[in-house]
Nanobody, 122 residues
Framework: VQLAESGGGLVQAGGSLRLSCAAAGIIFRVNPAGWYRQAPGKQRELVAT???????DYADFVKGRFTISRDGARNKLYLQMDSVEPDDTAVYYCTADARRESYAQIGSPRYWGQGTQVTVSS
């Protein structure tokens, strides 16, 4: 399984950015997937998840600002980031798992991308 993120970069506070993740060897439409992030000197944290059935969950710190989605035809996972803040600066990782359970049950997902840097300037 290979996951490849794209779309990171530098954005001003209040702006928007869309991250994309292409997958090989796993199908987003029928597997749980999500986005994590890790800022310098901080622990990795879960940002958003989407279950096999399409249920979506967000971390409180991105609710109302970020949107996770998937495109079954293109087998891609997205993270639309709006109203970004300097605290959103981090490396963002696309993740997925072949198990049926939700991320809450799985814990740490099995498959990870290399990450894409997002930097928000104030």
């Amino acid at each position: 399984v290979q996951l490849a993120e794209s779309g990171g970069g530098l954005v001003q506070a209040g702006g928007s950015l869309r991250l994309s993740c292409a997958a090989a060897g796993i199908i987003f439409r029928v597997n749980p997937a999500g986005w994590y992030r890790q800022a310098p000197g901080k622990q990795r944290e879960l940002v958003a998840t989407i279950s096999r059935g399409g249920s979506i969950d967000y971390a409180d710190f991105v609710k109302g600002r970020f949107t996770i989605s998937r495109d079954g035809a293109r087998n891609k996972l997205y993270l639309q980031m709006d109203s970004v803040e300097p605290d959103d600066t981090a490396v963002y990782y696309c993740t997925a798992d072949a198990r049926r359970e939700s991320y809450a049950q799985i814990g740490s997902p099995r498959y990870w991308g290399q990450g894409t840097q997002v930097t928000v300037s104030s």
